[in-house]
Antibody, heavy 122, light 107 residues
Framework: EVQLVESGGGLVQSGGSLRLSCAAS????????MTWIRQAPGKGLEWVAN????????WYVESVKGRFTISRDNTRNSLYLQMDYLRVEDTAVYYC???????????????WGQGTLVAVST | DIQMTQSPSAMSASVGDRVTITCRAS??????LAWFQQKPGKVPKRLIY???SLQSWVPSRFSGSGSGTEFTLTISSLQPEDFATYYC?????????FGGGTKVEIK
C-alpha cells in the first residue's frame, strides 16, 4: 500500500523556521516526482513546490521562493520542506503528495499524506 | 499564471440529481487537468486525471470531459457519499494552480 506520512509541523513565531518531513512507503520513491501542497484553515488548495525524482528540477509558487526549499533523500524514501522566514500567511495544513513517475505527465497528486499543521503567530 | 475558475462555488443538490461542475482555464491547457474530491476533515483524493480518466476506485457515475480551456466534472446521479468539495487542477505549466473549489451540499 502506498503511504505518505508527514511530520514536523507546529507553532512558530513569524520569522522563524520549520522543517517538514514526509516518509514514503509502498512504492519506488526514487522514480517519482514529489510535491508539497497546503491548505489554509477554511480555504482551498494551493500548490507549494515540486521536486523531480533526481532533484534535477525544483519548482516553487512565487510566494515561497527564496524562503522555502524542497529536497528529498531517495536513500531514506523521504521528502522535506525547509521553511524559513515564516509569515502568518503561511499558516496551513501542509500535505505531501506523489507526482507522476518520471516520464509520465498526468498522474499528479495521488496519493496524499494526512497533512501536518503549521501555525505561524505574530 | 493560469487562472482556474470553477463554477459554481457552491451548490445544493438532492440525492439522485445530475450535477455538473465547470472549470475554466485562463489559457489553453490541453488535457492537463485533474479533479479532486475533499470530504470535510479529510484528505483530498484524485478522482480524474488527464481530464477524463477515472481513478480505479471512482464509481462510474462520475465523468470528466473537456480540453483546452473548458472542462466539466459530472455526477450522473448524486449519492450521499458524494457530498464534498471538488477542486480542479491544471498541471500544464508552472505554477500549478487549483480552482477555488465547488462545495456540493445536501438540499
Amino acid at each position: 500500500e502506498v503511504q505518505l506520512v508527514e511530520s514536523g509541523g507546529g507553532l512558530v513565531q513569524s520569522g522563524g523556521s520549520l522543517r517538514l518531513s514526509c516518509a514514503a512507503s509502498g512504492f519506488t520513491f526514487g522514480r517519482y516526482w514529489m510535491t508539497w501542497i497546503r491548505q489554509a484553515p477554511g480555504k482551498g488548495l494551493e500548490w507549494v513546490a515540486n521536486v523531480r525524482h533526481d532533484e534535477g528540477e525544483k519548482w516553487y509558487v512565487e510566494s515561497v521562493k527564496g524562503r522555502f526549499t524542497i529536497s528529498r533523500d531517495n536513500t531514506r524514501n523521504s521528502l522535506y520542506l525547509q521553511m524559513d522566514y515564516l509569515r502568518v500567511e503561511d499558516t496551513a495544513v501542509y500535505y505531501c503528495a506523489r507526482g507522476p513517475e518520471y516520464g509520465e505527465y498526468h498522474k499528479w497528486f495521488d496519493p496524499w499524506g494526512q497533512g501536518t499543521l503549521v501555525a505561524v503567530s505574530t | 499564471d493560469i487562472q482556474m475558475t470553477q463554477s459554481p462555488s457552491a451548490m445544493s443538490a438532492s440525492v439522485g440529481d445530475r450535477v455538473t461542475i465547470t472549470c475554466r482555464a485562463s489559457q489553453g491547457i490541453s488535457n492537463y487537468l485533474a479533479w479532486f474530491q475533499q470530504k470535510p476533515g479529510k484528505v483530498p483524493k484524485r478522482l480524474i486525471y488527464a481530464a477524463s480518466s477515472l481513478q480505479s476506485w471512482v464509481p462510474s457515475r462520475f465523468s470528466g470531459s473537456g480540453s483546452g480551456t473548458e472542462f466539466t466534472l459530472t455526477i450522473s446521479s448524486l449519492q450521499p457519499e458524494d457530498f464534498a468539495t471538488y477542486y480542479c487542477l491544471q498541471h500544464y505549466t508552472y505554477p500549478l494552480t487549483f480552482g477555488g473549489g465547488t462545495k456540493v451540499e445536501i438540499k
